[in-house]
T-cell receptor, first 111, second 112 residues
Framework: GQNIDQPTEMTATEGAIVQINCTYQ??????LFWYQQHAGEAPTFLSY????GLEEKGRFSSFLSRSKGYSYLLLKELQMKDSASYLC????????????FGGGTRLMVKP | DTEVTQTPKHLVMGMTNKKSLKCEQH?????MYWYKQKAKKPPELMFV???????INESVPSRFSPECPNSSLLNLHLHALQPEDSALYLC???????????FGPGTRLTVL
């Protein structure tokens, strides 16, 4: 089984940088995904980490430390449209490579 | 075509009705998924099809019945649902079960 923890809510200011943390406990770790989900819409894929280190994609970066069971999603130059839920999902080999989602972090960007 | 489509967008049904949700993708993905998502909760996996065969059924009640007629289509047949089954039903697909999943826009289901 898996235990995935994320903060429930965060607030940040337009133009700023925000870091959303995710910790997990699992056996057979086989990758961590970040998804963005606007209210009432489907999740959209943001990033994927399977090796330790930082993956950068424009204003979004994701970091993974497998030994610490820890990841973060970094959002730079925040825009109002970044207000959404951010879901951390862990893929576990022992579970047929299925994704288990954390509870999500609701980010509110204020002017 | 790089998207997953779902119909209908919204569905209201009574507890005695029979309805179906449809999902389609033309990306050549061989894995397709049904998730259920309640408000302010993460998606919960219901079913996984891999190469048109049901590979995972996460202890879902039999009033939900999945069907994969071909590699591009995934249906979810609904019968005798309960009000607590009201949720957003998301379909997703991936190249294989080891790849990232792409989600459809979902069907918002209300059971009266």
């Amino acid at each position: 089984g898996q235990n995935i923890d994320q903060p429930t809510e965060m607030t940040a200011t337009e133009g700023a940088i925000v870091q959303i943390n995710c910790t997990y406990q699992t056996s057979g770790f086989n990758g961590l995904f970040w998804y963005q989900q606007h209210a009432g819409e489907a999740p959209t894929f943001l990033s994927y980490n399977v090796l330790d280190g930082l993956e950068e994609k424009g204003r979004f970066s994701s970091f993974l430390s497998r030994s610490k069971g820890y990841s973060y999603l970094l959002l730079k130059e925040l825009q109002m449209k970044d207000s959404a839920s951010y879901l951390c999902a862990v893929r576990e080999e022992n579970a047929g490579n299925m994704l288990t989602f954390g509870g999500g972090t609701r980010l509110m960007v204020k002017p | 075509d790089t998207e997953v489509t779902q119909t209908p967008k919204h569905l209201v049904m009574g507890m005695t009705n029979k309805k179906s949700l449809k999902c389609e993708q033309h990306m050549g993905h061989r894995a397709m998924y049904w998730y259920k998502q309640k408000a302010k909760k993460p998606p919960e996996l219901m079913f996984v099809y891999s190469y048109e065969k049901l590979s995972i059924n996460e202890s879902v009640p039999s009033r939900f019945s999945p069907e994969c007629p071909n590699s591009s289509l995934l249906n979810l047949h609904l019968h005798a649902l309960q009000p607590e089954d009201s949720a957003l039903y998301l379909c997703a697909s991936s190249q294989a079960t080891s790849n990232e999943q792409f989600f459809g826009p979902g069907t918002r289901l209300t059971v009266l």
